[in-house]
């Protein structure tokens, strides 16, 4: 994920509370520094597992 925006973020916390409603996690890789930054910043890295630059995708 090179980039995020407001947007981003909408769909990220909305993507994650169906996941949340259905019994099942999302998990965030492949994050680059800057979006890993903004994860951080809103709180959001706390809410979706792997938000790191340092995890590796799978």
């Known amino acids: 994920m090179p980039l995020l925006d407001a947007a ?4 990220l ?3 994650r509370e169906a996941a949340r409603v259905r019994g ?7 994050v680059q520094p800057f979006v ?6 809103t709180g959001l890295r706390d ?8 995890t590796p995708p799978r």
């Open 47 to 54: 809410l979706l597992p792997g938000g790191g630059p340092d």
């Open 13 to 15: 916390l909305a993507v």
């Open 24 to 30: 099942t996690r999302v998990r965030v890789t492949g």
């Open 36 to 41: 890993a930054r903004l994860l951080t910043m």
């Open 8 to 11: 981003g973020i909408r769909a």
